[in-house]
Every structure is written in structure tokens, then in C-alpha cells.
């Protein structure tokens, strides 16, 4: 063996000329690995798959007329985007390469930009510059954010579009929960547009929790919100007993009385369940607040709070005196001031009542409170910034209560602190952290919420689309959403509008809710005689929709005073109620407006004019649309609907002149007759 | 027999080459093996004086000097070598020059082994220099009439370190950036003017672009010629004081072997 080995190097470094030889060869032969690795690089093996796979295909020229070999990369300085994920994701651009199961050879799916516009890792994060797979699409030493998982995609789309984008549903959820589950009272969250994020909610103020509520409810409440209402989006503190019934005590004894709230009960609470029943259905009140049923469904809108056990919480008299005007109370309720007689109070608070839970409290059982217990209960409601979303008498709204999170979608992965076994990536650890917040640390704040999993990945979508690129975006590449305004109408008819919370439920001059049509060019759209019917009762103009406008019991002059106003000053500059009268149309125009109704428009497959014939139930029914709205507005209507209220589901027809003319002639020539037969039959 | 054949043919051929118009144009000798001719040689080439016209064949074997400074020397060729198409395709501004970084990895040809290649020696040129600098010392070979050389080699070895140090910051990631910002603290540590010398070295407050071109410039001109000019001077000096080092050929020694009574007399008169 020794032998072996000393004539081996007798052989390869015996005298000087050979060992200069040996030694050059393996210097050469070392020399050598740097170009074969450059020749076996991933990508290159990526190039020969695809070829290969390309060669078996029947587009196979096309296709390879399109392929160019080497580094393929997508530079934009101004987005800092040097991207080369198209040197292996070859197909990306083949339409016809969808039928290809997985990447990197799939086509990319249908999206409005182009991958020349904004690369790969603009949206889908990762290290754009890379052209290994780990180096690429994994976090590695170098390189921190890996590709976004797919389900997060969406919050890509939020670091330009700023408003809400019909494609995004995911991330326009996201973006609604942040502000109307409460998240932005504590976090702050400045926008890219440099406007902070305001809250929709609006959590009762606790001022005077004593008028409406018992110290046992507020302690049952505390332990549990969700015990009480489900869709509560109040979160768990995880209080203990002793914390909860401190904390109640606070609250009781810090609540003032409030004039006319405390009111002695002006009619005793009747208990006809049917009249209740019935005047609850006739004001609309599902509208906004939800029951659950004996079958364990809402039914109901989640504008108002939940009234499933609405009877073991409100105290009879507060109930009353909410109902005969909620302004009282809460004077920026979203809850209209309904014109309610001392019966119809009686019967609906009769009926509100009845509904309690026997369970809620049974075991509650709080002694008096010591001052001891009532200053611990006022730290402590300090400590958990309750102020930050409730009215609180004596304790200041926190300032930065909680972390900012303007940029939190950049946050780096090194100043995150996992659980184990999470996976260590940003998007994990924001879900992670809604889901189950406290289980990150001893001594944390934030509460426990109810998210469904997939409103926590509507709200991780949010907060990712939160960071540093949409903060240094190009002023050109930004989509700004359009702002709320705070339109408020002047005047008594002003007054009488809040008082009604007509914004709880329509949008007018980008201000107000969407659960009712927007008002604002209202006094062109329709008729007077039709307005003032319509508030004294309203009735059902779209048959699909279950939500409609309630009856507020107005009286005359307030009726007259809110139609004057809405007459006069809800007017579209564009339509001239005098261009398209109400009358006067040729017979022949008529005639023309129905056959291009009912043949080259169609229109019957949304509307209902002939209530024997038609079918449509998705918009309106027009069966009295000529004694409903303006003829100059429906003629503009018919040419452009979008102009007149963005987003309706109203198509544009792209209408000639004579066509829109001649619908306008068959629509305002529909004055009711026809239900008129209806009701005589 | 075939062997000094082949040996005998490249002797002839070098010979040949000597003694062609070209060569001995450009290095001002020709042919001819006596000591004068080899010696003339090596004094009328500016590169080759710097070495030694003879060299003992003992002090060429391993166990001599453990070739650690030619091996140091070796790594300091390579550094210039990949050094100096790496400068090809770096800009020394932020923040190119991460992107730069990133374009050697994933897209030059061979950039990655280049950028590799200039990071291994430079590691192993730091610490060559300092197992150079132990034998030295170990050996007792910085001694009279070395002394000068071993400043020499002291002043190589700040140069090493502080190419290191100003390569560091180079590739412009986290790690660069922190160690600067570190290091540069260091220094204003110094009683009175450290502030100066912080902001003399960074060219500024904080490890920013100027920092980057500052330590760009010293890392790929002022450093490198003035590690060449005492690379020069330190060669030099072993050929002027008396060849590479060997306990044999000392003096001292040779004195001792002559005449070993005196040596152990002055031994015992101390």
C-alpha cells in the first residue's frame, strides 16, 4: 500500500517538469468549475425544459418564434425593479400555455397590467434580481421577503389602488374591517395620501351606561361580549371575575343621569307580540338590526347593534325613551328619529323586551362596590384603553395606544417575535397575531377578537398592502380612493335630515351609507307629486331587495320642507326638465320606444312594465315610472347612467339620440295604468 | 535518459530565446550562465533586483521559511487579479452597488467565482500574514540586521487589515453596513480628535455614500500601491540584509562554530 502511494507520487511529482505539469492540470482543472457551473445554471436548465416541453405541442413554432434564450429581466428604475423570474418562468406571456398544470411554465393569469409595466415582484414580493429558485422565491440570509403566498395577492394591488376595486374583494373587506371593526381606534394608520384612517364604527359613549344598563349586564358583557350577541364586534379582554367586576363598578358609578332619558315610563310596555312583530316589520327595523332565529341564523342588516337578547340588557324606561327620539342619548346615532306615537313605543319596546335571555345573568351576583374596587375598576379601564373607542366621562382618549401601522407591510422579519412552530414569515405573523393575540407574550393588551379565518386574511391583505413601496410610490402610479366627504345639508331641512340619519343609508354629495340609492341629483330624477307620496308612504320600487325605506310618520310640513329642499337643491346641471316634458309624445314615438324596449334592448330582462308579461325583478319596476321621475332625466339616463350615479348596475347602452329619445316617449307614457288594472282585477 | 534529454532541449530553447534581439532589448542581457551574466541579469531588471542574485537551495525547501510569505505574496497577486474585473462591474454608490452585488452573483459570467475567490484570499491573506509574522518572531529572524524589514512587515500588515476592513464595506448589505458603523466607532474612541478621525474616515457623520466612496478609493488605489510600494521595499531589504534567514548562516553562529571556547566563554562572562 505504501509502496503503492510512494511510486504514485513518484509518477506525478517525480522530478520538477512533471510536477509543474500535475499541478497545472488540477489548477486548470479547478480553473474549469467556475465556467461549468456558469453552463449548468438553473436557468439554462429551466430554458431546456421548456423547449423540450414546447417541441410536443402543436403551437410549437409559434412558440419558439417567441422564445429568447440567456437572462431575461424586466428593469424600472423608477420602481427599483430589476426583475429576472422570466428567465425560468418562460410562458408567462403564451395565451396559450394555460393547459401547462403548474409554473414556471403556465401562462400568467388575466390582469389588467402588463409584466413589462410593473415586473413580478412589485406584486408578488421576492428577490427579483436572483436567478436560482432558493435565492429567488425563499428568504434567505440576503434576502428577507419571500414570495407572497397567493392568497395575499390582493394586498399587492392596494399598495397604488387606494380606493376599493371591483376585483379586490378580498382587500376592499380587509380595508372595511380595519376601520369598522374598531382596529384604527387603538393603531394608527396613516395612508399613503397622508390622511389617516378613520374609524366607520361608532361605539356608544359609556358617559351615561347607567340610564340604559344594569352594573350586571356591563359585568356579564365585559367577561363575554359575544355571550350576549354574536356578531358583536366588541373583543374579549380575557378579564378575570375580580378585574370585570371592578371594572363595572367604574363604569356604573362614573355614569351621570341624563335629562330625559330617565324619563318615568309615559305608557306601560304592551306585550301583543303579533302588533310588535308587525310594527317591527313596518318600520324596517331588519333593515339595519339583526335577531337570530330559533334556527341559529341573523336575520338582519349589522348596521345597528344585534337585538337577539336586547330584553336582558336595556332598562324598560331608557328603552322608551330611545325609541320616542335616540338623539337624546346619542346624538350622532346612525338611528333615525322615527315619528312614534306613545302606542307604537309602548307596543315595540313590549316587543324589544320580550326578548331576554334568562341565562345572560342568572349568575351574576355583584356585591355593592367598595371605593377600593371602583379605583381599581378606573385604572384599569385605562390600563386596556377603553377610552380609545368609547366616550368615557374623566378619562382622556389615549394617544398611540398601540403600535402605528402605516408601514407594517414592510415590517422586517427579524424584529417579529415568532411562536413556535409558526412558519417565519411576515403574513404568518400578521395573521397569526389577529388570530390569537395574547399567546405572544405575557402581558399583552390586545383583546381577543371573532374574525372567521377569512376575514383574517382579508385583514392580513390589508395590512400588507401597509408598506414601504405604497408609501414611496410615483405620484403617477397612485390610484387615490375618493375621500368622504363631509357634506352636511344646511338649514332646518338639514337639521330634519339628520334627525332622520338619511345618511345612515344614502350617499349624497360623497357623503353617507350604500344601502340606499344615492340622492344626490334626487331633485332631478322625480317628480314632486311622486316625492311627497313617497315619504307620507313609502312603497317598493325595486322587488328584489328586502331592505327598504322605513315610514317615518313626517308630518305635513315636514314632508313639504324636505321636498322643497331636495327639489331645489339635489339638481344635475346637465338635464333641463324642460327639453323632455311629461307629455305631448306622438303616439309613433310610443310605439318605436316599446319595440326597441322589448326587441334591440331588451329591457324586460331587469325591468317590468307589463306586470303579465315581464319578468325582471333586478331593477326597478316601471309599471309608474312615468309619474315617478323627469323625462329629461331618464332621456339622460338612457345615454350615459354611469354619469348620473357611478357604479349602478344600469348598463350603457351607447343609445343614438332618436333611440333614447323614443324609450324616454314609451317610459314616461307608463303612468300606472297598468297596475291601476292590476288592483281593479 | 529521455529526461535530461527533454531538460537539455528547454535549456537550449530558453538560451535561444536569451539570445533573440527582442529579449535582450527589453531585459538588457543575453545568453551565458557564468556569475556575472547571472548576476547582471537579475541587476538590470527592475523586478528581478529586488531579489537576491543567489539563494541557498536549503533555504528553498519547505522547512525553511514555510514559504509563507510568497504564499502571502501569492494571495495578495490573486486579490489584484479578481480585484480588478470585479471593479469592472461595481459602481461605489448607494444603492447600485448592492445591486452591483447582486448582478456578480446572478448574472456576470463567473462572477460569483470571482467575488468568491477575492473574499477566500482575502481571508487567507490576513491570516498568512500573521503565521508569517509568528515564524518570524519565533524564529528570532526580526533581529539586527532585520529590524528594519520587521517594522516593514508591521507596517504590511496595517495595510492588510485595512484593506480588509475597507473591502467590507463594499457589497453595501446589512452586515457591511453595521460592521463600518462598528468599526468606524472604534476610532472615535481616540481621546480628543476620535470625532475627527470618524469623520475624516467616513466623510461625514454615518456610514453613508461618501463613506462608500471613501472606502472604495482607499480600498482600490491608495491601499493596494501603497501595500506595492513597502511590498517593494520589504523584498528589497531581504536581499540587502543578507538573504532570507537562516540560524545556520548567521553571523553569530558561524562565529560560534569557528570558535565554539569564546562563544561558551562570553556565555558564562554574562
Known amino acids: 500500500m505504501n509502496d503503492k502511494l510512494t511510486s504514485l507520487w513518484q509518477r506525478l511529482f517525480g522530478d520538477s517538469v512533471r510536477a509543474f505539469g500535475v499541478v497545472s492540470l488540477i489548477f486548470l482543472a479547478s480553473l474549469a468549475i467556475a465556467p461549468a457551473k456558469n453552463f449548468f445554471s438553473e436557468w439554462r436548465h429551466y430554458q431546456h425544459g421548456y423547449l423540450k416541453m414546447v417541441r410536443n405541442r402543436s403551437d410549437a413554432n409559434t412558440l419558439q418564434r417567441h422564445f429568447q434564450g440567456g437572462i431575461q429581466q424586466v428593469w ?23 393547459d401547462v398544470p403548474t409554473q414556471p411554465f403556465r401562462t400568467h393569469p388575466a390582469i389588467p397590467h402588463k409584466i413589462e409595466q410593473f415586473g413580478c415582484t412589485v406584486c408578488h414580493r421576492g428577490q427579483g434580481a436572483a436567478t436560482t429558485l432558493t435565492e429567488a422565491h425563499n428568504s434567505t440570509l440576503a434576502w428577507e421577503q419571500p414570495i ?13 389602488h387606494r380606493g376599493s376595486l371591483p376585483g379586490t374583494p378580498q382587500l376592499n373587506q380587509g380595508r372595511n374591517l380595519l376601520s369598522r371593526d374598531g382596529c384604527v381606534h387603538c393603531h394608527t394608520v396613516k395612508l399613503p395620501d397622508g390622511t389617516i384612517m378613520k374609524a366607520t364604527d361608532d361605539p356608544p359613549s359609556l358617559s351615561h351606561i347607567a340610564d340604559k344598563t344594569s352594573r350586571e349586564w356591563v359585568y356579564a358583557w365585559l367577561k363575554d361580549p359575544q355571550a350576549y350577541a354574536s356578531t358583536s364586534t366588541m373583543p374579549n379582554f380575557k378579564l378575570s371575575d375580580d378585574d370585570a367586576r371592578d371594572m363595572s363598578a367604574f363604569l356604573i358609578a362614573n355614569s351621570t343621569p341624563l335629562a330625559g332619558d330617565t324619563a318615568t315610563l309615559t305608557a306601560k310596555a304592551s306585550s301583543d307580540p303579533a302588533a310588535g312583530a308587525s310594527l317591527y316589520g313596518e318600520s324596517f327595523c331588519a333593515s339595519c338590526h339583526a335577531v337570530q332565529n ?22 324598560p324606561e331608557w328603552l322608551q325613551a330611545w325609541l320616542r327620539n335616540p338623539r337624546t342619548y346619542d346624538p350622532g346615532t346612525a338611528m333615525p328619529h322615527y315619528r312614534l306615537n306613545d302606542g307604537q313605543v309602548a307596543t315595540l319596546s313590549g316587543f324589544l323586551l320580550a326578548k ?35 366616550e368615557i366621562a374623566g378619562i382622556k382618549k389615549p394617544e398611540n395606544f398601540a403600535p402605528e401601522l402605516s408601514r407594517i407591510g414592510s415590517k422586517p422579519v427579524t424584529q417579529l417575535v415568532f411562536l413556535p412552530g409558526m412558519q417565519h414569515t411576515l403574513p404568518d405573523y400578521i395573521a397569526t397575531k389577529i388570530k390569537q393575540p395574547r399567546s405572544f407574550g405575557q402581558g399583552l393588551k390586545m383583546p381577543q377578537y371573532t374574525f372567521t379565518p377569512a376575514q383574517i386574511d382579508s385583514l392580513t391583505t390589508a395590512l400588507l398592502a401597509l408598506n414601504d413601496r405604497s408609501n414611496t410610490l410615483p405620484a403617477s402610479l397612485a390610484v387615490g380612493a375618493t375621500p368622504e366627504s363631509d357634506y352636511q345639508p344646511a338649514g332646518k331641512a338639514g337639521k330634519l335630515m339628520t334627525d332622520l340619519a338619511c345618511f345612515s343609508c344614502h350617499r349624497i354629495n360623497g357623503h353617507g351609507g350604500d344601502m340606499a340609492p344615492d340622492l344626490t341629483w334626487e331633485g332631478s330624477s322625480v317628480q314632486r307629486e311622486w316625492l311627497v307620496q313617497f315619504f307620507k308612504n313609502p312603497g317598493t320600487l325595486r322587488p328584489s331587495l328586502i331592505r327598504r325605506m322605513p315610514r317615518f310618520n313626517l308630518t305635513d310640513g315636514e314632508v313639504n320642507e324636505l321636498t322643497d329642499y331636495i327639489m331645489t337643491v339635489y339638481q344635475n346641471p346637465v338635464i333641463d326638465r324642460e327639453s323632455m316634458p311629461l307629455s305631448g309624445y306622438s303616439q309613433g314615438q310610443v310605439e318605436l320606444g316599446k319595440q326597441l324596449f322589448y326587441g334591440k334592448y331588451s329591457c324586460q330582462g331587469c325591468h317590468i312594465v307589463d306586470t303579465k308579461t ?30 348620473l350615479r357611478p357604479g349602478t348596475a344600469e348598463p350603457n347602452r351607447a343609445m343614438s339620440d332618436e333611440d333614447a329619445r323614443a324609450l324616454t316617449a314609451f317610459l314616461i307614457s307608463q303612468k300606472g295604468a297598468a297596475a291601476k288594472e292590476v288592483a281593479k282585477k | 535518459m529521455a529526461k535530461t534529454g527533454m531538460t537539455k532541449t528547454m535549456n537550449q530553447y530558453f538560451d535561444d530565446l536569451r539570445g533573440t534581439r527582442v529579449w535582450r532589448s527589453i531585459f538588457r542581457s543575453g545568453t551565458g550562465s557564468s556569475t556575472l551574466k547571472r548576476a547582471l541579469a537579475i541587476q538590470q531588471n527592475v523586478f528581478l533586483h529586488l ?56 448574472v456576470v459570467s463567473s462572477g ?82 476620535g470625532e475627527k478621525i470618524h469623520f475624516l474616515l467616513l466623510g461625514g457623520n454615518a456610514v453613508n455614500a461618501n463613506a462608500l466612496l471613501r472606502f ?48 561558551a566563554n562570553a556565555k558564562e562572562a554574562q
Open chain 1, 76 to 98: 424600472l428604475p423608477e420602481l427599483g425593479v430589476v426583475d429576472r423570474c422570466t428567465s425560468c418562468h418562460v410562458g408567462l406571456k403564451e395565451a396559450s400555455l394555460t
Open chain 1, 148 to 160: 407572497l403566498p397567493a392568497k395575499y395577492i390582493e394586498s399587492a394591488c392596494g399598495q397604488c
Open chain 1, 294 to 315: 330559533a334556527a341559529g341564523n341573523m336575520v338582519g342588516g349589522d348596521v345597528g347593534p344585534e337585538l337577539t337578547r336586547v330584553g336582558s340588557k336595556v332598562k
Open chain 1, 356 to 390: 331576554a335571555d334568562s341565562d345572560l345573568l342568572a349568575n351574576v351576583h355583584l356585591e355593592a362596590a367598595t371605593p377600593e374596587q371602583i379605583t381599581h375598576g378606573k385604572r384599569l379601564v385605562s390600563d386596556y384603553g377603553c377610552a380609545s373607542c368609547h
Open chain 1, 614 to 643: 315581464d319578468k325582471g325583478y333586478i331593477g326597478p319596476t316601471l309599471t309608474h315610472v312615468g309619474s315617478r321621475l323627469s323625462g329629461a332625466w331618464v332621456y339622460q339616463w338612457m345615454k350615459n347612467p354611469q354619469a
Open chain 2, 51 to 106: 531579489f537576491s542574485t543567489k539563494v541557498r537551495t536549503r533555504m528553498l525547501s519547505l522547512s525553511a521559511t514555510w514559504y509563507l510569505g510568497t504564499l502571502t505574496l501569492g494571495t495578495f497577486l490573486i486579490l489584484i487579479a479578481t480585484g480588478i474585473p470585479l471593479m469592472f462591474y461595481y459602481h461605489p454608490s448607494a444603492p447600485q452597488a448592492y445591486a452591483d452585488t447582486k448582478d456578480l452573483q446572478f
Open chain 2, 112 to 193: 460569483l467565482f470571482l467575488r468568491n475567490l477575492h473574499r477566500w484570499s482575502a481571508h487567507a491573506m490576513v491570516f498568512l500574514v500573521f503565521a508569517h509574522m509568528f515564524k518570524v518572531f519565533y524564529r528570532g529572524a526580526y533581529r539586527t540586521p532585520r529590524e528594519f524589514n520587521w517594522v516593514i512587515g508591521v507596517i504590511l500588515l496595517l495595510m492588510t487589515l485595512l484593506l480588509s476592513y475597507t473591502g467590507y464595506l463594499l457589497p453595501w448589505d446589512q452586515l457591511a453596513y453595521w460592521a463600518i458603523t462598528v468599526g468606524s466607532n472604534i476610532a472615535s474612541a481616540v481621546p480628543v480628535v
Open chain 2, 216 to 263: 472604495y478609493v482607499l480600498h482600490c488605489m491608495i491601499l493596494p500601491l501603497t501595500a506595492m510600494f513597502f511590498v517593494a521595499i520589504h523584498f528589497w531589504r531581504i536581499r540587502k540584509d543578507g538573504g532570507l534567514y537562516s540560524h545556520a548562516s548567521e553571523p553569530a553562529t558561524q562565529r560560534a562554530n569557528a570558535n565554539p571556547g569564546v562563544v
